[in-house]
C-alpha cells in the first residue's frame, strides 16, 4: 500500500520553543493531508485538514496561530506547533487520502514531550 | 455532524477464540468504513474496509459487517492469536479526500 512517513518519529523540546513535524507521501501525490493529535489512550482527534496551494482548514477549538500548517507541495505537509507548552505533549499523525478512493494511509506519528 | 460509537472499550479473549467489536454511525450519507489496528507507540495500520454497497467483507481471519439500515457496522477477528493483541478503532467517512470520524477503541487482549 501507500506509505506516509513522518519526521521526527520522537521530539523533546523545552516549555516555549517551537517544533515542526514533517509529513510525506512517499509514493503518491497529495492534496490533501489531515493532521490528528491523540492523547494516551484515547482516539485520534482531527485536528486540521492541509490543503497544497491554500490555507489550512481547522477543527473548532484548535488554535491556528499556535498550530502552523504549511503544505508546500503534493508530497510535504508541515505542522508546526509554536511556543510549546506541556499540555501540547502529545502523538500526532498525520494522514493522506489516494486520488479517487476514500482510502487514507497514516504516518508512523511523532511523540511531542515538552519539558 | 458524524458520531461514531464504538464497543467495548476492552476486550479480552483466550488465543484461539473469536474477538467481535461493533460500531455505530449517526450520518446516512457516511459510505466508507475502514478499521485500523493500533500497536502502542505505532501509527494506525487498516486492517480492512468496507463500502456502503457491501454487506459483508473477508480477508483470511479477519472479517467486517456492515448494516446500512441500523447504521452499524462490526468487525470479526477468528482464531485469536496473541499478536492480534492492540487498539482497534472504526472509522467513517463520506467518500473520497474527506474526513474520517473515528471511534473510541477497542484495546484488544488476547491471552495466550
Known amino acids: 500500500g501507500a506509505v506516509v512517513s513522518q519526521h521526527p518519529s520522537r521530539v523533546i523540546c523545552k516549555s516555549g520553543t517551537s517544533v515542526k513535524i514533517e509529513c510525506r507521501s512517499l509514493d503518491f501525490q497529495a492534496t490533501t493531508m489531515f493532521w490528528y493529535r491523540q492523547f494516551p489512550k484515547q482516539s485520534l482527534m482531527l485536528m486540521a485538514t492541509s490543503n497544497e496551494g491554500s490555507k489550512a482548514t481547522y477543527e473548532q477549538g484548535v488554535e491556528k496561530d499556535k498550530f502552523l500548517i504549511n503544505h508546500a507541495s503534493l508530497t510535504l505537509s508541515t505542522l508546526t506547533v509554536t511556543s510549546a507548552h506541556p499540555e501540547d505533549s502529545s502523538f500526532y499523525i498525520c494522514?493522506?487520502?489516494?486520488?479517487?478512493?476514500?482510502?487514507?494511509?497514516f504516518g508512523p506519528g511523532t511523540r511531542l514531550t515538552v519539558l | 455532524g458524524e458520531n461514531v460509537e464504538q464497543h467495548p472499550s476492552t476486550l479480552s479473549v483466550q488465543e484461539g477464540d473469536s474477538a467481535v467489536i461493533k460500531c455505530t454511525y449517526s450520518d446516512s450519507a457516511s459510505n466508507y468504513f475502514p478499521w485500523y489496528k493500533q500497536e502502542l507507540g505505532k501509527g494506525p495500520q487498516l486492517i480492512i474496509d468496507i463500502r456502503s454497497n457491501v454487506g459483508e467483507k473477508k480477508d483470511q481471519r479477519i472479517a467486517v459487517t456492515l448494516n446500512k439500515t441500523a447504521k452499524h457496522f462490526s468487525l470479526h477477528i477468528t482464531e485469536t492469536q496473541p499478536e492480534d493483541s492492540a487498539v482497534y478503532f472504526c472509522?467513517?467517512?463520506?467518500?473520497?479526500?474527506?474526513?474520517?470520524?473515528f471511534g473510541t477503541g477497542t484495546s484488544l487482549t488476547v491471552i495466550p
Open positions: 472509522a467513517a467517512s463520506t467518500g473520497t479526500g474527506n474526513q474520517f470520524y
Open positions: 494522514s493522506a487520502p489516494l486520488v479517487r478512493t476514500p482510502e487514507q494511509f
